[in-house]
């Protein structure tokens, strides 16, 4: 199985300021067939559902804002909020789905607040 | 817009049957490009995929939780269901259903979820 960690576990920053959390995973979910990243991003705020933010690594889903954008590749990935605003205190989960349609898994996810 | 809605029961008794619907509205089940899915969070935890099923009834469930999953669809409802049997109290969570998005025949990511249903097993 492949297993997500991330890091850190909890991050405060200023507003307006660089937010950066990090997800690894136990073994590569670059699909070297369509040379894609097989890796998505949530944004989950106290009591709502999880939010699909960005998909295929950094592709942003329609109506996220551009101050959120995703990189990396293979097992090693990074989520930035580039100017942190109030509304984006949140915890923050990465998925993969390398290994659909067996599996599908979480990090344990990252908690963003305001310093 | 679409919008999804979990129903059951909040309370479940150890080694009983943990039974929860998720009624679609919005949009239609039938879509030839979505699975839908059922995801617990227990409470402080991280979240977990318990399984995903077609409209036809084509499913993949978690291989942790595969003995004890069943999932099921109503086209004519708009509406999926899960039961979860022999519960214990590492059952406990919020239980959410999603749409789980296929891309070519890639299935992926959960883009819309319900607000989630807390299920609490105890005596």
């Known amino acids: 199985d492949i297993v997500m960690t991330q890091s850190p576990d909890s991050l405060a920053v200023s507003l307006g300021e660089r937010a950066t959390i990090n997800c690894k995973s136990s073994?590569?979910?670059?699909?070297?067939?369509?040379?894609?990243?097989?890796l998505a991003w949530y944004q989950q705020k106290p009591g709502q559902p999880p939010k699909l933010l960005i998909y295929?690594?950094?592709t942003r889903e329609s109506g996220v804002p551009d101050r959120f954008s995703g990189s990396g590749s293979g097992t090693d990935f990074t989520l930035t909020i580039s100017s942190l605003q109030a509304e984006d205190v949140a915890v923050y989960y990465c998925q993969q789905y390398y290994s659909t349609p067996s599996l599908f898994t979480f990090g344990p996810g990252t908690k963003v607040d305001i310093k | 817009q679409l919008q999804l809605q979990e129903s059951g029961p909040g309370l479940v008794k150890p080694s009983e049957t943990l039974s929860l619907t998720c009624t679609v509205s919005g949009g239609s089940i039938s879509s030839s490009s979505y699975y839908w899915g059922w995801i617990r969070q227990p409470p402080g935890k991280e979240l977990e995929w318990i399984g995903s099923?077609?409209?036809?009834?084509?499913?993949y469930y978690n291989p942790s939780l595969k003995s004890r999953v069943t999932m099921s669809v109503d086209t004519s409802k708009n509406h999926f269901s899960l039961k979860l049997s022999s519960v214990t109290a590492a059952d406990t969570a919020v239980y959410y259903c999603?749409?789980?998005?296929?891309?070519?025949?890639?299935?992926?990511?959960?883009?819309?979820w319900g607000q989630g249903t807390l299920v609490t097993v105890s005596s």
């Open positions: 295929w690594a950094s």
């Open positions: 999603a749409r789980h998005r296929m891309i070519a025949v890639v299935i992926t990511t959960f883009d819309h």
């Open positions: 073994q590569s979910v670059l699909y070297s067939s369509n040379n894609k990243n097989y």
């Open positions: 099923i077609y409209y036809s009834g084509s499913n």
